[in-house]
C-alpha cells in the first residue's frame, strides 16, 4: 500500500494527545505536577485538533466522510465517538480544573476517567486498522504499539512542560514535581512502548509466511518470473524497522527516560525522548503501510 502521510500524521497526534492527557490525569490522581496541569491540557488540545485537522488530507471529497457515520461498526465511527467522548471529558476536566481552590485539581473519580478514556481512544483509533485482508495488520501487537507511542510521548512531554518552570517558582514544589510519580511513569511508559515496539517489529518481519503464494505472472516473456515475492517486500523493511522503529524508537527513549529519572535533568532529556519517538513512530508506520499489502499479492 502506498504511503498514507496524513493517517500517519493522525494516528501519531492523537497517540500523544491521549498520551499526555491521561498522563496529566495520572499526575492529577497523585496530586503533583500541578504547574502542568494548564500547559498540559492546552498542548493535548492542539495535537488532538492537528491530528484532526491532518485526517481531513486523506480525503478527496471530505464532505463523504459522514457518509460512513451512520454505521456504528465502521472504524471511522469509532473513532469519532471515542474522540468525541474524551474531548466532552477534556472540557470537564478544564472546568472543574480552573474552579478547584488551587486552580489545578480535578476530582479523582474524573481523572481515572480521563485515564480509562485516554486508553480507549488510541485502542479504538489502532483497532480500526486491524483487519484479516492484511495480514502485517491483523495483530492486537499493532494495538500495544501505538499505546505505547502515547506511554512514551504522554509522560516525556509532561515532565518536559514540568521543567520548564522556572526554578525560582517554588523550587521545592517543582523538585516533588518531576520526582517519583512522573519520573517512574515515563520510565515505565518507555519500557513498555519498548516491549510493544519489539513485539510488533518481530510480527511485521516474521509475516511474509502469512501471504498466499500466487504463482508466477501470465506473461510469456517472463515465464519463471514471480507475481509477488513476499520474502523481499519484508526483508526490504528491515533498517526501517530494527534502526528507525527499535533502535532509534524504543530504545533512545528509554535510556533517555532512564537517564532523566536518574539526574533529574528532563530540560535535556525528555527532548530526547521525544524526538526519538516520534522518529520510531514515523518509521514504523512507514513499514506499516509499505507492508499493508493483501493477503493475495496480485501485484
Given amino acids: 500500500m502506498e504511503l498514507q502521510w496524513p493517517l500517519i500524521i493522525f494516528t501519531t497526534l492523537v497517540a500523544w494527545s491521549a498520551g499526555l492527557f491521561g498522563t496529566q490525569a495520572l499526575m492529577a490522581v497523585f496530586g503533583v505536577g500541578k504547574k502542568a496541569q494548564v500547559p498540559a491540557w492546552v498542548c493535548s488540545a492542539v495535537l488532538l485538533a492537528a491530528g484532526g485537522i491532518a485526517v481531513f488530507f486523506h480525503l478527496e471529497h471530505w464532505e463523504r466522510i459522514f457518509n460512513g457515520f451512520g454505521h456504528l461498526t465502521s472504524g471511522i465511527t469509532q473513532e469519532l465517538i471515542a474522540i468525541v467522548v474524551l474531548a466532552v471529558a477534556a472540557v470537564a476536566y478544564l472546568v472543574l480544573m480552573r474552579k478547584s481552590d488551587d486552580g489545578a485539581s480535578v476530582p479523582k473519580w474524573l481523572a481515572w476517567l480521563s ?66 510519580p512522573a519520573g517512574r511513569t515515563a520510565l515505565a511508559g518507555a519500557a ?79 527532548p530526547v525522548a521525544i524526538a526519538a519517538a516520534l522518529v520510531g513512530a514515523a518509521c514504523m508506520r512507514v513499514a506499516f503501510y509499505n507492508l499493508g499489502l493483501s493477503v493475495f499479492m496480485f501485484y
Avoid at 495483530?139 to 512542560?161: D, E, M, Q, R
Avoid at 509475516?207 to 517486500?233: I, N, Q, R
Wanted: hydrophobic share 60%; with cysteine.
Fill in 115 to 180: 485515564v480509562a478514556l485516554s486508553v480507549v481512544l488510541v485502542a479504538v483509533m489502532a483497532h480500526s486498522y486491524t483487519m484479516a485482508a492484511r495480514p502485517a495488520w491483523d495483530s492486537a501487537l499493532w494495538i500495544l504499539y501505538v499505546l505505547g507511542n502515547a506511554c512514551v510521548l504522554g509522560p516525556a512531554t509532561f515532565l518536559l512542560l514540568l521543567a520548564a518552570v522556572p526554578p525560582r517558582d517554588q523550587p521545592a514544589e517543582r523538585a516533588a514535581d518531576a520526582g517519583a
Fill in 192 to 270: 513498555a512502548n519498548a516491549l510493544a515496539t519489539l513485539a510488533f517489529a518481530a510480527f511485521l518481519q516474521l509475516s511474509a509466511g502469512s501471504f498466499a503464494d500466487v504463482g508466477l505472472y501470465f506473461d510469456p516473456t517472463h515465464p519463471t518470473k514471480a507475481m509477488a515475492d513476499a520474502a523481499a517486500t519484508v526483508a526490504s523493511q528491515a533498517p526501517l524497522l530494527w534502526l528507525g522503529a527499535v533502535a532509534v524508537g524504543a530504545l533512545v527513549p528509554l535510556a533517555a527516560a532512564f537517564m532523566g529519572r536518574r539526574t533529574g535533568n528532563w530540560r535535556l532529556w525528555a
